[in-house]
């Protein structure tokens, strides 16, 4: 099993959330998940971040990633399971929507999910890291 580095775990109606807050979670997890030439495109982007920030979505074992870099709070990433279960995939979309995310962003992420349903993939699990 692979373990995935988070500041905290959120379990908001079956749906797990891990979050990982601080520059150096981020940057392990970044080392985890990417390697060679995608990896040296996605540390160069966080190095020089357009002014209004960036984010981009990926998926990693049973996880759709979110990844996001903004002016004031920084490099963070959020790694969302929905179990398997269409219908919690679907309640999140709605409640997306709800929030004014891009109809673009939330197809992603049901693309994403689907992949992750449908193609064998290895799992993670989250480890926690305290204090900073």
Same mark, same amino acid.
């Given at each position: 099993?692979?373990?995935?580095? $988070?500041?905290?775990?959120? #379990?908001?109606? =079956?749906?797990? %959330? =891990?979050? &990982?807050?601080? #520059?150096?979670? $981020?940057?392990?997890?970044?080392?985890?998940?990417?390697? =060679?030439?995608? /990896?040296?495109?996605?540390?160069?982007?966080?190095?020089?971040?357009?002014? @209004? =920030? /960036?984010?981009?979505? #990926?998926?990693?074992?049973?996880?759709?990633?979110?990844?996001?870099?903004?002016? $004031? /709070?920084?490099?963070?990433?959020?790694?969302?399971?929905?179990?398997?279960? #269409?219908?919690? &995939?679907?309640? @999140?979309?709605?409640?997306?929507?709800?929030?004014?995310?891009?109809?673009?962003?939330?197809?992603?992420?049901?693309?994403?999910?689907?992949?992750?349903?449908?193609?064998? %993939?290895?799992?993670?699990?989250?480890? $926690? @890291?305290?204090?900073?």
């Amino acid at each position: 099993m692979i373990d995935i580095f $988070v500041n905290e775990i959120n #379990d908001d109606n =079956g749906i797990t %959330h =891990g979050f &990982a807050v601080w #520059d150096k979670t $981020v940057l392990k997890n970044i080392h985890i998940i990417y390697s =060679g030439k995608m /990896l040296r495109n996605i540390l160069t982007l966080i190095s020089n971040p357009p002014k @209004e =920030g /960036l984010y981009f979505f #990926d998926k990693f074992c049973q996880y759709v990633v979110f990844v996001q870099q903004q002016p $004031v /709070l920084g490099l963070t990433m959020k790694f969302t399971d929905y179990q398997n279960n #269409d219908d919690l &995939a679907l309640d @999140e979309y709605l409640i997306l929507r709800e929030k004014d995310w891009r109809q673009q962003d939330r197809e992603k992420i049901m693309e994403l999910y689907h992949e992750i349903k449908t193609q064998k %993939h290895d799992t993670a699990q989250f480890v $926690v @890291e305290l204090g900073q």
